[in-house]
């Protein structure tokens, strides 16, 4: 069956929470034993970051992205929640299958009796001690609510899944924001520090009486847009690490960073090819089909109170007591074996309106699994485009930066030799650094619609979190 081949390895998932590194991240999503060991040995480096992110859970605060997994795992309610879910739905399919097992009851009963006859009153004191043993044959309604017990766990089971690769999404998603904050701020510091250099090759022009006064206003203009801008980048850096505090509750620390040259990870396959496997792997999907499953049998087992009930009684039983309670000389023990048959007449209609409202919760299973297949596909599509727009879009953003960098330093010269303005020169100052922050964020989207993609489509894997771990670099290394 599909969803035991795809959680056929669930059960390392939750104990290896307390591991770091590569390793970790293999457990998290469920990937085999021999594969984390394999990614272990895989290089130096991956066990030096293993070293370093265990030194920063140590002080507090994380650095790396398994850091924050781990630290997540740890710290969301959410995954807390889908956790005890999906406990509760082991025992309801525990419960479900005692029904099934031979029910054992043991009885005593003690009474002071007191007959009055012919004028003669006797008292006495009556024992009676049983032991019975009820095994069912046939319920159709314990039998379908086993049956449902089962799906509604492999249901939970599946939500457990969903909501785990949520939210390692959304902690990789905040932990790259943080770093787009970060280098829109290393821009910014750049382009601070390029706009204060011309102002004050300005200011001794103007001194010279080389420049108009309105150049200098200009300059000065500019680099107070500049430093509005710089505060703006500033609280957006605080801002994100916050957030991903919050996502966490781990401290955040010097963040291992993209490069410039770092490989971005590459999508195969056409749109197609990825909402087929959306509709196939979504674990969302999954738990939608499970459920819908569920209801199936629910609406069988409220069916199945029209059907006969058939149990086996045996029962052993020791008494001082007759009929009416009437003392015995001696003690006796009675010993029986019955088939118990119970065939249902009439209930006054309550059958029929359970039956009615189980195929009313089969219906609306079914229209929502529907739906969230057609939210699910719509979701793949849009970011298997925007992560084909990315591509091409980076490629642009690095021409158009290399583009910008030689007009901004062919303006320099210009103004040099004046045969341009110093608003020229501080608008090719501008649209370089411009043209850098935009590039860094179309890379950091690219990664993010990249996850999203594999998100959505269930194919969200070790590999995937790892490729991007190792892609980055410590702080130290910039």
Do not use: C
């Not at 004050?200 to 420049?211: D, K, L, S």
């Not at 960073?257 to 979504?282: F, K, S, Y």
Request: proline share 2%; charged share 25%.
């Amino acid at each position: 069956m599909r969803m035991t081949q795809t959680y056929q390895h669930r059960s390392i998932a939750r104990p290896l929470t307390t591991l770091l590194g590569a390793t970790a991240l293999v457990a998290l999503l469920g990937a085999p034993a021999v594969y984390a060991a394999e990614v272990a040995d895989e290089s130096e480096t991956i066990a030096a970051e293993a070293a370093a992110a265990a030194a920063m859970q140590e002080s507090g605060s994380g650095s790396t992205l398994e850091d924050f997994f781990i630290a997540a795992m740890e710290f969301s309610p959410r995954i807390q929640i889908a956790e005890a879910r999906r406990s509760i739905g082991t025992a309801r399919k525990r419960a479900a299958t005692g029904q099934l097992l031979p029910q054992i009851n043991a009885t005593a009963n003690v009474s002071e009796n007191r007959q009055e006859a012919l004028d003669r009153v006797n008292q006495y004191r009556g024992e009676r001690y049983a032991l019975q043993l009820r095994q069912v044959l046939f319920d159709w309604q314990t039998f379908a609510r086993r049956s449902s017990a089962s799906m509604v766990e492999e249901q939970y089971e599946a939500e457990y899944f969903a909501e785990l690769s949520a939210l390692l999404t959304e902690v990789a998603e905040m932990y790259f924001e943080v770093l787009q904050a970060e280098d829109a701020l290393r821009s910014i510091d750049s382009e601070l520090e390029a706009t204060q250099t011309q102002l004050r090759q300005i200011e001794r022009m103007h001194g010279m009486q080389m420049v108009q006064i309105t150049d200098l206003y200009d300059a000065q203009a500019r680099l107070a847009a500049v430093e509005a801008e710089r505060l703006n980048l500033a609280t957006e850096v605080t801002l994100a690490r916050e957030s991903l505090y919050s996502a966490s509750g781990l401290a955040v620390g010097d963040l291992f960073t993209l490069g410039d040259d770092a490989q971005l990870p590459q999508i195969e396959g056409t749109a197609m090819e990825w909402v087929a496997r959306a509709r196939q792997d979504n674990h969302m999907i999954l738990a939608r089909e499970y459920a819908v499953k569920a209801a199936e049998r629910r609406v069988s087992e409220r069916r199945g109170a029209y059907m006969p009930r058939v149990s086996l009684i045996a029962q052993q039983q020791q008494s001082n007591l007759g009929f009416d309670n009437q003392l015995l000389n001696s003690r006796t023990d009675t010993g029986y074996l019955a088939l118990d048959v119970t065939i249902p007449l009439f209930a006054g209609g309550s059958n029929r309106a359970a039956v009615s409202e189980a195929r009313s919760q089969q219906s609306i299973a079914q229209n929502e699994l529907r739906q969230l297949n057609l939210d699910v596909s719509e979701r793949t599509r849009l970011a298997y485009l925007r992560l084909q727009s990315t591509e091409q879009q980076i490629a642009a953003a690095e021409k158009l930066l290399e583009a910008r960098r030689v007009a901004s330093r062919a303006r320099q010269r210009g103004f040099e030799l004046g045969t341009v303005t110093s608003v020229d020169v501080l608008d090719a100052v501008r649209d370089e650094f411009v043209a850098e922050r935009d590039l860094q964020a179309i890379r950091y989207e690219h990664i993010k619609m990249g996850l999203y993609l594999r998100r959505d489509s269930g194919t969200l894997t070790a590999d995937d979190l790892v490729d991007i771990s190792v892609s980055l670099q410590a702080p130290d290394a910039e």
